[in-house]
């Protein structure tokens, strides 16, 4: 009896010491802004097929580097002032380059037979520099695809994802991409993102986790990641002047992600305007600059390319932590209740009329008819079911004050009334259980549209 009180009472310190460990949200995204600069290394079975997006079944016999030398990586970071390293633990075609037990489609198996994140990790640090960690949901190989989805993929994503953040110490972020992006067309609901956020969570409770496809989204909301993300490469843009969310922005410094035959030969991007252009007015506006440098098929970084990683920190010095964030609370993770669902209003304007608000497309809108006074719009499930979230987004500030309501047995009953004049209006209350809900416009500037209406159930 004893014994097992002694141990019931270890494994109750245990948890509330890592409950103590874990740092608000808050305080996470403002470590991640503070870093400023670093290193995205795409290395992966891409770099042996001079495509970003090979053959899915190409054979593990050709990742053979000759000369791997991560902390050669880690020097030329460290000779541009960079703060960390991102190493693409497995891209879209599902190599993965650790010694995972999920998949033989791995770096042990082919010619060279070591563990490249372990490799990675161990270099970087001991050189100073933080780690993050890149992981592809898309999986060609593995047949991780649009409407090919099974259980036994999301079981996979779980455990190698587990594999990642448990075996590799302390993961600063976990960037994931193929999610949720028009190429990949793998839903947040295919492979569940709340599972993974809350997986994620409960392994490294301080990694912040991103999702690298989240443009559709609105700048000034926080949806399904800790940290707002554009890929400038494929034309994503965050304003240099107004933007106020943490943020991380990414660029190749050659032509593409990962190393083409032609890279030695061809100049990479100018260092001066990557300093003038990219980092000192990202970094003002609170985003995190990644420079992507691509490794060569012997595992080293090409000469062009360590000369104008030097240069870089010639010209920029990290001058300290940004300025204290505002706040941006928890970020919505859960899936969107009211996608695709019927919906109603009152009268619209032209063809603008109600499914516009929920067809997951924040560049169409429902347009109340300038003639109604007390607009209102609805969504009906088509069942009981328990939300306790609702987002209002607006293409320009415009509604200053509404209230929601939802429907239970019949009867509408009230969830809030409040003032709200953001653009993005997220409004978390406590659980109700209904079959509809409802807002009603009580003040606006103007003729009053809705772009995206949204409702979730949170977990918390």
Same mark, same amino acid.
């Given at each position: ?6 141990? %019931? ?51 593990? *016999? ?11 990586? !880690? ?22 380059? $650790? ?24 270099? +970087? ?23 090919? /989805? ?22 600063? *972020? %976990? ?10 067309? /793998? ?11 809350? %997986? ?14 989240? !443009? ?32 991380? !922005? ?37 985003? #995190? +600059? ?34 204290? %964030? ?9 899936? #969107? ?6 919906? #109603?209003?009152? $009268? ?17 809108? $429902? ?8 607009? $209102? ?9 328990? +939300? ?40 978390? +209350? ?26 979730? #159930?949170?977990?918390?």
């Amino acid at each position: 009896m004893k014994r097992i009180s002694f141990v %019931l009472f270890s494994f109750v310190i245990f948890i509330a010491a890592a409950s103590a460990q874990t740092k608000p949200l808050s305080e996470l995204q403002q470590n991640f802004v503070d870093l400023k600069f670093g290193m995205f290394i795409h290395y992966n079975m891409p770099t042996y097929n001079d495509a970003d997006w090979p053959d899915p079944d190409a054979s593990p *016999a050709l990742f053979n580097p000759k000369k791997l030398n991560p902390a050669q990586w !880690a020097k030329a970071a460290k000779s541009a002032n960079m703060t960390y390293g991102c190493l693409t633990t497995k891209h879209h075609s599902g190599f993965c380059i $650790w010694d995972t037990k999920t998949t033989d489609y791995n770096v042990m198996n082919s010619p060279l037979k070591r563990d490249v994140v372990r490799e990675f990790v161990d270099a +970087f640090r001991a050189n100073g520099l933080k780690v993050m960690l890149y992981y592809s949901i898309l999986d060609t190989h593995h047949r991780l695809r649009p409407n090919s /989805i099974t259980p036994k993929h999301f079981e996979m994503v779980k455990a190698q994802i587990t594999e990642l953040l448990t075996n590799y110490g302390k993961v600063e *972020a %976990l960037i994931i991409d193929g999610w949720d992006a028009p190429w990949s067309r /793998i839903t947040y609901d295919d492979i569940n993102f709340e599972d993974i956020y809350h %997986l994620v969570k409960s392994l490294q409770p301080n990694c912040v986790i991103m999702d690298l496809n989240g !443009a559709k989204y609105p700048a000034e909301g926080l949806y399904y990641t800790d940290i707002k993300t554009y890929e400038m490469g494929a034309g994503q843009r965050i304003s240099k002047e107004t933007n106020r969310m943490p943020a991380l !922005a990414c660029l190749p410094i050659n032509s593409a992600w990962f190393w083409k035959t032609d890279f030695p030969a061809t100049p990479v991007k100018k260092p001066a305007k990557l300093v003038n252009d990219d980092i000192i007015p990202l970094n003002k506006v609170d985003c #995190n +600059f990644i420079l992507n440098v691509a490794p060569n098929r012997d595992g080293l970084i090409d000469d062009n390319a360590l000369a104008a990683l030097k240069q870089i920190g010639d010209l920029w010095k990290n001058d300290g932590p940004a300025p204290k %964030l505002a706040p941006t609370g928890e970020p919505i993770i859960s899936s #969107n209740l009211a996608k695709h669902k019927v919906s #109603n209003s009152s $009268w619209s304007d032209d063809m603008n009329i109600m499914d516009f608000a929920n067809d997951d497309d924040f560049t169409t809108n $429902w347009t109340s008819n300038a003639k109604v006074e007390k607009p $209102w719009y609805e969504i009906d499930f088509g069942h009981n079911t328990d +939300f306790n979230t609702i987002t209002i987004t607006e293409q320009k500030p415009n509604i200053s004050n509404y209230h929601l309501e939802y429907m239970q047995n019949g009867v509408w009953k009230p969830i809030l009334t409040t003032q709200n004049t953001n653009r993005v209006k997220v409004n978390r +209350f406590a659980k109700v259980y209904g079959n509809k809900v409802r807002v009603w416009i009580d003040k606006a500037d103007h003729q009053i549209s809705i772009a995206e209406f949204g409702v979730y #159930n949170e977990r918390r």
